[in-house]
């Protein structure tokens, strides 16, 4: 393994996607149970509908984006597997981005070729896009923002952040960090620290903050004066107004039945069924009573708190920061389906290089535990789905138990990270200006 090159394990994951996707064909037309995500025939639907000149929203269930099923018009017309290669050819694109921005960070190549296979080989990737799930689309357009970002392309970035949060809402959690990073002590393209420049320690106020003695009415006022930046203010306008077009069309085309199904659903969504989430179980006993929009939304506010304290800490470690909060807020979901762990997977490989955990014991007791918590899940979710046992409370324990297992992964991912704030500080007078010590 450590002779091959990235670009052979980059063709080989190609290949192997290509094969899924064939096999796929074969399983559906001669196994009861499918291999293609019951998703991607909602897409497909909606996209034919579409192209038919009708609404996609007349197909049930489709609560995405007009862009998606347009994207997957030619299924149509062309071939039933389109989005699959699609999604498949973004899946692959996310490994490349890995592999770009951990070079722009100053990693070696080989350190670079393991990170990104923990991608390309992940059985919760590979397979994600070739059973016709859409996520790896959103995965790309985020690592994308990124790459931007680290290259000063600022304007490019807001245009993309609007287009990703208006095709799936959950982005909406990065804009407060990435606006904190637009900061001219922090952010200057082309200055990013090689990886033995970083330190482990945590950010520490200098003396000369320290000793400050400006009122808290000055120091609050100069906080707020200096948070309005050109490059905050473009990013706000650029991203918003992206999102506001973007919505405005569809709702022009579609109406209210586009923007209850893809935005205000995901708000107020109340799912019976069993989820990974603790909330299900709540929600079940109670659903012949109608939520209010209240208590439909108050779910959101753990999320909320644990979303601060994250992007408060960890900001401007910008790629590790939206691991945590991607993170955190799958596992504190009131809806949680496999689907979204492919979320914060296309953010692993960007911290792993700052990892000091070892594999042997500590990283494999979180691998063991994190899947050992999900397949105990699955095992009571079987009996419930498919043997019919009132297993409704064990399954909810379950859920409890993989909350707690997610919440045991953060906190040592945390305490084994190497903080490495994006972008060095600008240098003033020939000297490194430093807010913090290290």
Request: net charge positive; charged share 10%; hydrophobic share 50%.
């Amino acid at each position: 393994m450590l002779g091959i090159s990235f670009q052979s394990l980059f063709i080989f994951s190609a290949l192997f996607r290509v094969f899924l996707i064939i096999y796929g064909e074969w399983q559906d037309a001669n196994m009861e149970v499918r291999y293609t995500d019951v998703d991607y025939f909602v897409f497909s639907d909606a996209a034919t509908l579409m192209a038919s000149g009708k609404s996609p929203y007349e197909r049930s269930t489709y609560r995405y984006s007009p862009l998606i099923a347009f994207l997957l018009m030619p299924n149509s017309f062309l071939h039933q597997t389109w989005g699959k290669f699609l999604f498949s050819a973004s899946d692959l694109l996310v490994g490349l981005l890995i592999q770009r921005i951990l070079k722009l960070r100053g990693v070696p190549e080989k350190l670079c070729t393991y990170s990104t296979m923990v991608w390309l080989f992940n059985p919760f990737t590979f397979t994600i896009g070739t059973r016709g799930n859409c996520e790896p689309i959103i995965c790309s357009m985020i690592l994308w923002i990124l790459t931007c970002l680290m290259n000063g392309h600022v304007l490019q970035a807001a245009f993309w952040y609007g287009l990703v949060v208006h095709m799936r809402i959950y982005p909406i959690i990065y804009a407060l960090p990435i606006v904190l990073l637009l900061d001219p002590r922090h952010f200057q393209p082309g200055k990013k620290p090689v990886l033995v420049e970083w330190s482990s320690r945590t950010l520490k106020p200098s003396s000369a903050t320290s000793s400050s003695k400006t009122s808290t009415t000055q120091y609050i006022w100069n906080f707020c004066i200096n948070m309005i930046t050109w490059r905050r203010v473009m990013f706000g306008i650029i991203s918003a107004s992206t999102f506001f077009v973007l919505t405005g069309l569809s709702f022009h085309l579609y109406g209210w039945d586009f923007l209850h199904e893809a935005l205000l659903y995901h708000l107020t969504r109340t799912d019976p069924r069993h989820n990974f989430s603790i909330y299900f179980y709540h929600i079940y006993l109670h659903y012949e009573h109608e939520f209010s929009i209240l208590e439909k939304l108050i779910s959101f506010l753990p999320q909320f708190i644990v979303q601060l304290v994250l992007i408060s800490r960890f900001a401007l470690d910008l790629p590790f920061c939206l691991f945590l909060q991607t993170l955190a807020f799958v596992a504190f979901n009131k809806v949680i389906t496999a689907q979204y762990f492919v979320w914060f997977f296309c953010l692993l490989p960007l911290i792993l290089p700052w990892s000091n955990i070892k594999l042997v014991w500590k990283g494999l007791a979180c691998i063991i535990l994190w899947i050992a918590a999900q397949t105990n899940w699955l095992a009571w979710a079987y009996l419930l789905e498919f043997r019919g046992k009132n297993v409704f409370f064990q399954l909810w324990v379950a859920s409890l138990l993989f909350l707690a297992a997610n919440t045991f992964v953060i906190m040592n991912t945390i305490c084994s990270h190497l903080y490495s704030p994006l972008f060095q500080q600008l240098k003033q007078g020939g000297k490194l200006k430093q807010g913090y010590e290290r």
